[in-house]
């Protein structure tokens, strides 16, 4: 049967390139699975379990041909608040609840919604997340003693300098040997994982140099397993459903912002075209599954993908290899990795945090010296002093604010229309000809959306200007692209005033979309269909020709 689909067209070149591309991002995922999976409080194997299970499923399932899921930076913050307030065991209960959010959301397509999440918030809180993980791995940096995790940045800040004097020289020697073997792959090897490399040379030379002086995962947490994880149902009650609901919510949209980034620079690097909703669905399914084998909650990795890309995938092949590759280490070299001194890792982590920081465009945002920077910055700090879940609250409330209040300025009415084309010409010699007969009828060109944020100034603004003695209000409403209910209420609310003072009111030249809300609204029944004009110098043709006979329709219901 031939391969459809992402397959389509799939050869025996194309699985060599993949096979090549997934051995890479595997090795690389290996040191990357448990170092996110210690800083998220919870043992290093089950960053491993996450790599293998979610890697596979989001690859075989996802909207993204080039997407390599797995543990990322971007959920150690909340993770570690997660483990800290409820435990390991209902980690795991939110994990998969998010799965469920995330096929959810998949299913009734809002995965093109989660893209509008302005670029200053997401910016923000990706910013506040580095500063949180690259100070979290001080401590292992320093080989700090008897630290105590906590969920907020002062007191970590303050257990840190409590502690400094426990400082280990050999912590900080092996902690800088990774640390110079990270800089120099990345400066004249790329290509070569130097994750993998700082952390084998480092892990040597701490275990023949400076045996039992330096902290390791095996003292720390425990020798890593060499067999499978082990399938597991969460004990699901109502009372745990509700309470890691909101836990639940804030890791299925962290997870649906990450992956649907990743899944963009991943279109960006090959010209191709991701399928954002099977991605969301994807992801929830990796993330429902995970929880069963142990795993943490998992997303698109950002810079595995990009790796993956580098390296020649043209598949999901690639992905679902570098899963399989990860457990072949699991199954093969676990003892080796529980050597892994914690010095080793840290540099490997703040390096991730330095790169995931987006300090360049945080930068450009910031000399723009707009609004957008006042929501960068407010959005960074509550990320790193507050909570994840208050940061991008109030950063889309204020950018939400501040998109009406632009809105609302963008929004003009005047009286005649603006410009002078040749049709509006001819509205401006009927006026001039007909002045008698119009010197109690107002025009009011209006600009601009019509919606909640707007419609009360625009209604006062007309009310403020209007002439008493004026019969007959021409509302030329040919540049309102949008008008919500809202609008539509405070557009009946002006019609109904005017109409108890013995007025008429006529609409021209308004556009589908508003024209559709007025119908729906029962607002173009009242104001009347025979008073709504394609062209405003039709209705003052008919103003001129009909005086005596201008009547709101159904008036006596506005009354």
């Given at each position: 049967?031939?391969?459809?689909?992402?397959?389509?067209?799939?050869?025996?070149?194309?699985?060599?390139?993949?096979?090549?591309?997934?051995?890479?991002?595997?090795?690389?995922?290996?040191?990357?699975?448990?170092?996110?999976?210690?800083?998220?409080?919870?043992?290093?194997?089950?960053g491993i379990y996450t790599?293998?299970?979610?890697?596979?499923?989001?690859?075989?399932?996802?909207?993204?041909?080039?997407?390599?899921?797995?543990?990322?930076g971007a959920f150690i913050?909340?993770?570690?608040?997660?483990?800290?307030?409820?435990?390991?065991?209902?980690?795991?209960?939110?994990?998969?609840?998010?799965?469920?959010?995330?096929?959810?959301?998949?299913?009734?397509?809002?995965?093109?919604?989660i893209r509008f999440i302005?670029?200053?918030?997401?910016?923000?809180?990706?910013?506040?997340?580095?500063?949180?993980?690259?100070?979290?791995?001080?401590?292992?940096?320093?080989?700090?003693?008897?630290?105590?995790?906590?969920?907020?940045?002062?007191?970590?800040?303050?257990?840190?300098?409590?502690?400094?004097?426990?400082?280990?020289?050999?912590?900080?020697?092996?902690?800088?040997?990774?640390?110079?073997?990270?800089?120099?792959?990345?400066?004249?090897?790329?290509?070569?994982?130097?994750?993998?490399?700082?952390?084998?040379?480092?892990?040597?030379?701490?275990?023949?140099?400076?045996?039992?002086?330096?902290?390791?995962?095996?003292?720390?947490?425990?020798?890593?397993?060499?067999?499978?994880?082990?399938?597991?149902?969460?004990?699901?009650?109502?009372?745990?459903?509700?309470?890691?609901?909101?836990?639940?919510?804030?890791?299925?949209?962290?997870?649906?912002?990450?992956?649907?980034?990743?899944?963009?620079?991943?279109?960006?690097?090959?010209?191709?075209?991701?399928?954002?909703?099977?991605?969301?669905?994807?992801?929830?399914?990796?993330?429902?599954?995970?929880?069963?084998?142990?795993?943490?909650?998992?997303?698109?990795?950002?810079?595995?993908?990009?790796?993956?890309?580098?390296?020649?995938?043209?598949?999901?092949?690639?992905?679902?290899?570098?899963?399989?590759?990860?457990?072949?280490?699991?199954?093969?070299?676990?003892?080796?990795?529980?050597?892994?001194?914690?010095?080793?890792?840290?540099?490997?982590?703040?390096?991730?945090?330095?790169?995931?920081?987006?300090?360049?465009?945080?930068?450009?945002?910031?000399?723009?010296?707009?609004?957008?920077?006042?929501?960068?910055?407010?959005?960074?700090?509550?990320?790193?002093?507050?909570?994840?879940?208050?940061?991008?609250?109030?950063?889309?409330?204020?950018?939400?604010?501040?998109?009406?209040?632009?809105?609302?300025?963008?929004?003009?009415?005047?009286?005649?229309?603006?410009?002078?084309?040749?049709?509006?010409?001819?509205?401006?010699?009927?006026?001039?000809?007909?002045?008698?007969?119009?010197?109690?009828?107002?025009?009011?060109?209006?600009?601009?959306?019509?919606?909640?944020?707007?419609?009360?100034?625009?209604?006062?603004?007309?009310?403020?200007?209007?002439?008493?003695?004026?019969?007959?209000?021409?509302?030329?409403?040919?540049?309102?692209?949008?008008?919500?209910?809202?609008?539509?209420?405070?557009?009946?609310?002006?019609?109904?005033?005017?109409?108890?003072?013995?007025?008429?009111?006529?609409?021209?030249?308004?556009?589908?979309?508003?024209?559709?809300?007025?119908?729906?609204?029962?607002?173009?029944?009242?104001?009347?269909?025979?008073?709504?004009?394609?062209?405003?110098?039709?209705?003052?043709?008919?103003?001129?020709?009909?005086?005596?006979?201008?009547?709101?329709?159904?008036?006596?219901?506005?009354?």
């Amino acid at each position: 049967m031939k391969p459809t689909g992402r397959f389509k067209g799939y050869t025996m070149i194309a699985f060599r390139k993949d096979l090549v591309s997934g051995l890479i991002v595997g090795v690389i995922a290996i040191p990357l699975g448990m170092a996110f999976a210690i800083a998220s409080g919870v043992k290093p194997e089950y960053g491993i379990y996450t790599t293998i299970v979610a890697g596979i499923l989001i690859s075989l399932l996802g909207g993204s041909k080039f997407q390599i899921g797995g543990p990322t930076g971007a959920f150690i913050p909340v993770l570690l608040a997660i483990v800290l307030q409820y435990g390991y065991e209902n980690l795991l209960i939110a994990g998969f609840l998010a799965g469920i959010l995330l096929v959810l959301m998949g299913i009734f397509r809002l995965g093109t919604l989660i893209r509008f999440i302005p670029k200053p918030v997401t910016i923000g809180f990706t910013a506040g997340i580095a500063i949180i993980i690259f100070s979290g791995q001080i401590a292992n940096f320093l080989g700090l003693r008897d630290i105590a995790k906590h969920e907020d940045f002062f007191s970590n800040m303050k257990e840190i300098a409590i502690h400094l004097p426990t400082f280990n020289g050999y912590s900080i020697l092996t902690a800088c040997i990774c640390l110079v073997i990270l800089l120099l792959c990345s400066r004249f090897t790329p290509k070569i994982p130097g994750a993998l490399i700082g952390l084998i040379v480092s892990s040597v030379v701490a275990t023949l140099l400076f045996n039992g002086e330096v902290a390791t995962i095996a003292s720390t947490f425990g020798p890593i397993p060499n067999t499978l994880p082990h399938f597991q149902w969460p004990s699901l009650t109502w009372e745990k459903i509700e309470m890691m609901l909101i836990p639940a919510c804030i890791i299925a949209m962290l997870g649906g912002v990450e992956s649907l980034l990743s899944a963009l620079v991943a279109d960006e690097m090959t010209g191709t075209r991701h399928n954002s909703n099977r991605e969301l669905i994807g992801q929830g399914i990796a993330n429902m599954v995970t929880p069963l084998f142990g795993g943490i909650p998992a997303t698109g990795a950002i810079a595995r993908t990009a790796t993956n890309i580098k390296n020649g995938a043209v598949s999901p092949m690639s992905g679902i290899i570098h899963g399989f590759i990860v457990l072949l280490v699991l199954l093969l070299l676990a003892p080796y990795a529980s050597l892994i001194p914690l010095a080793s890792m840290a540099p490997i982590l703040m390096m991730v945090a330095w790169n995931m920081s987006e300090r360049k465009e945080f930068v450009r945002i910031l000399k723009t010296k707009t609004n957008d920077s006042i929501i960068l910055l407010v959005t960074f700090l509550l990320t790193v002093f507050t909570t994840l879940t208050i940061a991008v609250g109030i950063g889309l409330i204020l950018s939400v604010l501040w998109f009406v209040k632009r809105m609302s300025d963008l929004n003009t009415v005047y009286e005649m229309p603006s410009n002078h084309s040749a049709k509006q010409v001819k509205v401006k010699a009927l006026m001039d000809a007909d002045s008698r007969e119009l010197h109690h009828m107002n025009i009011y060109t209006i600009e601009g959306p019509l919606f909640f944020g707007t419609a009360l100034p625009l209604e006062e603004s007309i009310l403020g200007n209007l002439h008493h003695k004026s019969k007959i209000l021409l509302l030329h409403m040919g540049k309102v692209p949008y008008i919500d209910t809202t609008g539509a209420a405070h557009l009946d609310r002006l019609i109904g005033h005017v109409v108890k003072s013995g007025g008429v009111v006529l609409l021209s030249e308004i556009g589908q979309q508003p024209l559709s809300i007025l119908e729906r609204t029962g607002l173009l029944q009242r104001v009347g269909r025979d008073h709504v004009f394609g062209h405003t110098s039709e209705a003052i043709e008919f103003a001129i020709k009909r005086p005596a006979r201008i009547r709101y329709a159904e008036s006596t219901a506005m009354k």
